[in-house]
């Protein structure tokens, strides 16, 4: 299907990210401050990747302030671009070492990719943080194929954004640039779900289970359209490697990291992983924002049962939106076949993304 192609394609993106303009429609770089991109092979050492073969991937993108460098357009995939997130410098020096940036840490939707981010990335980095953004192993359509593993044991990426944290303050280019002290968590989707773990939330999969079996079960529920077939296929691992079950002692492990002063989800998916009492035991504050036409990740089983359950939290409704629309603004390609780039009515997705991106700093600037 459509979006398992893309799997593909996303991958092969980021051996190219910084291609020629091959679509008329892409616009120029934005007026304001440059942002420049790098890319890093981050490990976490303490545990292995899903093939043995080393310690796990914690592949990171960072975004941050540039100076006066000429930007190019980031096109997924570089020919027959689908998605068209943003304009960086490649590489670039970081403007103002004097300075010490805020950082936000960016979580992406299942099977997605740390690009599929960089418009809020981007957009932020240009407002003066320091972005990073983590492709989470096996759940990732930047790496060459996705893994079972990655889509069944989600609490896994929660570990991922502390371990991109602790790898930006000890780079030497970065890490005496960055504001330890003010640290906010974003995600998208599953993202969301990550940085709500992040922030102490445990995942409780009996209730998460519960909740799939009953009448109010939502789409979170269902097959994932990025790779429909892992719950089978995680199914047929455990057969030939029964030890994988240990695993889940440490589902409802909490990872909170106490470095994260705030927390954005968009369109937050599986909220019922989450037991009331243990949402309620969560001190950073939150902003929730979502699409009031959300089919995957419905508002009221998740974006608004975590609202009714933090301590500090609220809900910004975006009226007509669907879920993909967090996802980077597509080219003329991308709209006309591809199902994720199809918002639905007048819903124009580079609007949208303005309002979350105004919705974003007024909410850090708030003092939250």
């Not at 590489?91 to 805020?102: I, V």
């Not at 930047?142 to 889509?151: I, Q, V």
Request: charged share 20%; with cysteine; proline share 8%.
């Amino acid at each position: 299907m459509q979006q398992r192609r893309l799997q593909r394609l996303s991958g092969l993106a980021l051996a190219a990210m910084l291609a020629g303009c091959a679509e008329d429609s892409l616009p120029p770089p934005p007026a304001g401050p440059a942002v420049g991109m790098q890319r890093f092979a981050w490990t976490d050492d303490t545990r292995t990747s899903w093939d043995n073969a080393g310690s796990r991937p914690v592949t990171t993108t960072v975004w941050y302030p540039a100076g006066d460098v000429e930007q190019a357009p980031v096109l997924i995939p570089p020919k027959k671009p689908i998605f068209f997130p943003g304009h960086a410098a490649r590489n670039a020096p970081l403007a103002n070492r004097d300075t010490q940036y805020p950082v936000v840490l960016l979580s992406h939707g299942t099977g997605g990719a740390a690009l599929q981010m960089m418009w809020l990335g981007r957009a932020l980095a240009a407002r003066g943080f320091v972005v990073a953004a983590v492709d989470h192993h096996g759940n990732t359509a930047a790496e060459p194929a996705y893994d079972a593993r990655g889509f069944r044991m989600t609490w896994e990426r929660i570990p991922d954004l502390s371990i991109a944290l602790d790898r930006l303050a000890a780079d030497p280019t970065f890490g005496k640039h960055i504001d330890a002290d003010d640290v906010t968590a974003i995600g998208f989707s599953l993202g969301g779900y990550t940085v709500t773990g992040l922030a102490g939330a445990r995942t409780n999969l009996d209730r998460l289970r519960d909740f799939c079996a009953g009448p109010d079960a939502d789409g979170t529920c269902e097959p994932q359209s990025e790779y429909p077939d892992a719950e089978d296929d995680f199914a047929k691992m455990l057969e030939d490697a029964p030890e994988l079950l240990a695993a889940f002692d440490r589902s409802d492990d909490n990872y909170r990291d106490p470095r994260i002063d705030r927390v954005i989800a968009l369109a937050p998916a599986i909220g019922q992983a989450f037991a009331p009492e243990d949402l309620a035991l969560l001190g950073p504050p939150v902003l929730i924002v979502v699409g009031s036409n959300d089919n995957v990740a419905p508002l009221a089983t998740n974006a608004a049962y975590l609202e009714s359950h933090l301590p500090d939290a609220r809900v910004e409704i975006i009226e007509g939106a669907g879920h993909y629309v967090f996802m980077s603004v597509c080219t003329d390609r991308g709209r006309r076949y591809v199902a994720v780039c199809k918002d639905s009515g007048d819903i124009d997705r580079g609007k949208v993304h303005e309002r979350v991106v105004n919705a974003v700093l007024a909410f850090l600037d708030s003092g939250s």
